[in-house]
C-alpha cells in the first residue's frame, strides 16, 4: 500500500521537475543558434557532474553498498538511458524549431506513454475516472498551445512527439528501478553518461564555438536539467504512475508562462480555459486518490 504521505512527495517533486524543465527549455533557446546535439550534451554534462559528486559523497559515506547497482537492474537502467536519450534530444530538436508551448504539450504525451509503460512493466492497474480527468486534461492543453500541424513542422513535432514517448518510457523505468532499490543518483548518472557518450560523435566532427553568453545559457539548462532530474527520479520514487502523472501538466503551465515572460506570447481565452480544465482534473483526480488509499493502487 502507497501511503498518502509518499504520494503528496511525489506530487510536489513532479510539480518541481515540471518547473525545472519549463525552464530549462528557456535557457535551451537563449542559447540560440547551436546545433540540438551539442545542447543535448551541456545539459547532461552538468547533471553527470551533479550526479558524480553526490555518488561520490554516497561512497564516501556508506561505503561500497550506496553505490552497488542491485541484482536485475542493469536492464531498466539501460533501457532508462535509451528512452532518456530519445526523450531528451527529441525534445531539444523540437524546441529549437517550434513554439515552447508547442514543444510542452507534445513532450506532454509522457504521462500516457508512463501509465502504459507502467501497466506493461510493473502492472500499475488501471481504472476508469483519473484515465478520463488525464484525457480531458491533455484536452485543456491542447486549448492552450492550438498545435499547427503543417508540412514544415512534420519533422520537429514529431521528433517532439517521440520525446514524450522516450520520457514515459524512461519514467516507467525510473519506477522498476525504485522498486529494486537501485540509487536514484546512479540513475542520473547511468543516464547522464549514456547520453553524452551518445554526443560525442557530432561534438568531435562539428562542435560549433559558443559565446560567454551562449556557454552560460547552456549550464543554466544543464542546472535545471539536473534539477528537473533529480526531482522526476525521486518523484516516481516515491509514488506510482497513476497516482502522480497528471501533475506533470503543470510543465504546459510553466511553458505558457515563461513564454509570456520571455518571448511576449500572451495569452488568449482558451489558453485560461485549458487552465482551468488541467487545474479542476488534476484536483479531481488528487481527491479521487485520497478516496481510494485504502487500496494498493488508488489511480489509474
Given at each position: 500500500?502507497?501511503?498518502t504521505?509518499?504520494t503528496?512527495?511525489?506530487?510536489?517533486?513532479?510539480?518541481?521537475?515540471?518547473?525545472?524543465?519549463?525552464?530549462?527549455?528557456?535557457?535551451?533557446?537563449?542559447?540560440?543558434?547551436i546545433?540540438?546535439?551539442?545542447?543535448?550534451?551541456?545539459?547532461?554534462?552538468?547533471?553527470?557532474?551533479?550526479?558524480?559528486?553526490g555518488?561520490?559523497?554516497?561512497?564516501?559515506?556508506?561505503?561500497?553498498?550506496?553505490?552497488?547497482?542491485?541484482k536485475?537492474?542493469?536492464?531498466?537502467?539501460?533501457?532508462r538511458?535509451?528512452?532518456?536519450?530519445?526523450?531528451?534530444?527529441g525534445?531539444?530538436?523540437?524546441?529549437?524549431?517550434?513554439?515552447?508551448?508547442?514543444?510542452?504539450?507534445?513532450?506532454?504525451?509522457?504521462?500516457f506513454?508512463?501509465?502504459?509503460?507502467?501497466?506493461?512493466?510493473?502492472?500499475?492497474?488501471?481504472?476508469?475516472?483519473?484515465?478520463?480527468?488525464?484525457?480531458?486534461?491533455?484536452?485543456?492543453?491542447?486549448?492552450?498551445?492550438?498545435?499547427?500541424?503543417?508540412?514544415?513542422?512534420?519533422?520537429?513535432?514529431?521528433?517532439?512527439f517521440?520525446?514524450?514517448?522516450?520520457?514515459?518510457?524512461?519514467?516507467?523505468?525510473?519506477?522498476?528501478?525504485?522498486?529494486?532499490?537501485?540509487?536514484?543518483?546512479?540513475?542520473?548518472?547511468?543516464?547522464?553518461?549514456?547520453?553524452?557518450?551518445?554526443?560525442?560523435?557530432?561534438?568531435?566532427?562539428?562542435f560549433?564555438?559558443m559565446?560567454?553568453?551562449?556557454?552560460?545559457?547552456?549550464?543554466c539548462?544543464?542546472?535545471?536539467?539536473?534539477g528537473?532530474?533529480?526531482?522526476?527520479?525521486?518523484?516516481y520514487?516515491?509514488?506510482?504512475?497513476?497516482?502522480?502523472?497528471?501533475?506533470?501538466?503543470?510543465?504546459?503551465?510553466?511553458?505558457?508562462?515563461?513564454?509570456?515572460?520571455?518571448?511576449?506570447?500572451?495569452?488568449?481565452?482558451?489558453?485560461?480555459i485549458?487552465?482551468?480544465?488541467?487545474?479542476?482534473?488534476?484536483?479531481?483526480?488528487?481527491?479521487?486518490?485520497?478516496?481510494?488509499?485504502?487500496?494498493?493502487?488508488?489511480?489509474?
Amino acid at each position: 500500500m502507497i501511503e498518502t504521505s509518499d504520494t503528496k512527495k511525489g506530487i510536489f517533486f513532479l510539480i518541481s521537475s515540471a518547473f525545472f524543465f519549463a525552464l530549462m527549455a528557456v535557457f535551451v533557446k537563449l542559447a540560440g543558434d547551436i546545433h540540438f546535439i551539442q545542447k543535448a550534451f551541456f545539459r547532461n554534462a552538468v547533471a553527470f557532474i551533479i550526479a558524480l559528486t553526490g555518488t561520490i559523497r554516497d561512497y564516501r559515506k556508506n561505503g561500497k553498498e550506496a553505490v552497488t547497482i542491485p541484482k536485475g537492474s542493469m536492464l531498466f537502467l539501460i533501457l532508462r538511458a535509451i528512452a532518456g536519450s530519445v526523450g531528451v534530444f527529441g525534445n531539444f530538436y523540437a524546441i529549437d524549431r517550434i513554439l515552447l508551448s508547442d514543444a510542452a504539450i507534445l513532450n506532454k504525451m509522457a504521462p500516457f506513454f508512463t501509465i502504459l509503460f507502467s501497466y506493461i512493466i510493473l502492472k500499475e492497474k488501471i481504472k476508469p475516472l483519473p484515465l478520463i480527468c488525464i484525457i480531458i486534461a491533455f484536452s485543456g492543453s491542447i486549448l492552450i498551445v492550438k498545435p499547427s500541424f503543417n508540412f514544415t513542422q512534420m519533422l520537429p513535432t514529431l521528433a517532439a512527439f517521440m520525446g514524450g514517448v522516450g520520457a514515459g518510457l524512461a519514467y516507467a523505468s525510473v519506477r522498476k528501478l525504485s522498486y529494486l532499490h537501485c540509487n536514484g543518483k546512479i540513475i542520473i548518472l547511468f543516464f547522464s553518461a549514456f547520453s553524452m557518450l551518445l554526443s560525442v560523435p557530432y561534438m568531435i566532427v562539428s562542435f560549433n564555438p559558443m559565446t560567454l553568453y551562449q556557454t552560460g545559457m547552456l549550464i543554466c539548462a544543464g542546472a535545471c536539467a539536473a534539477g528537473g532530474q533529480f526531482s522526476v527520479t525521486a518523484a516516481y520514487y516515491h509514488a506510482p504512475a497513476n497516482k502522480i502523472s497528471i501533475y506533470d501538466y503543470s510543465q504546459v503551465l510553466f511553458s505558457t508562462l515563461f513564454g509570456f515572460m520571455f518571448f511576449g506570447q500572451f495569452p488568449d481565452y482558451l489558453s485560461l480555459i485549458g487552465y482551468i480544465i488541467i487545474i479542476t482534473m488534476a484536483i479531481v483526480n488528487f481527491i479521487y486518490s485520497e478516496h481510494c488509499k485504502d487500496t494498493e493502487f488508488s489511480g489509474l
